[in-house]
């Protein structure tokens, strides 16, 4: 399976800004969807995922009704629209893949896929 992420940029604070991913090499609807920042001098956390089917989504709490997670099956592909950017979103966005259940899909060792990653940049 490959992930491809983009969309990235440098935008300001309170701009928005739309990362898409697209995946290739397997079914893609095996898969539940997630991704993943890593700040300036921070680890890798979740930002959200998406069930196989799209039907359950989860956030982690920083990014709660700002950003959105969505995924199109037969385009095989993932977005994740973020509104109201602010600068501690500043970070390396990874989108990830994994046939794992969905009880552990904030962990970023559950997921077996990574893309390589698109930077974001908020400016104050």
């Known amino acids: 399976v490959q992930l491809q992420a983009s969309g990235g940029g440098l935008v300001q604070a309170g701009d928005s800004l739309r990362l898409s991913c697209a995946v290739s090499g397997r079914t893609f609807s095996d898969y539940a969807m997630g991704w993943f920042r890593q700040g300036p001098g921070k680890e890798r956390e979740f930002v959200a995922a998406?069930?196989?089917?799209?039907?359950?989504?989860h956030y982690a709490d920083s990014v709660k009704g700002r950003f959105s997670i969505s995924r199109n099956n037969a385009e095989m592909t993932v977005l994740l629209q973020m509104n109201s950017l602010k600068p501690e979103d500043t970070a390396v966005y990874y989108c990830?893949?994994?046939?794992?259940?969905?009880?552990?899909?904030?962990?970023?060792?559950?997921?077996?896929?990574w893309g390589q990653g698109t930077q974001v940049t908020v400016s104050s």
């Open positions: 990830a893949a994994t046939e794992r259940g969905w009880r552990t899909i904030d962990l970023s060792y559950e997921y077996d896929y």
């Open positions: 998406i069930s196989w089917s799209g039907s359950m989504r």
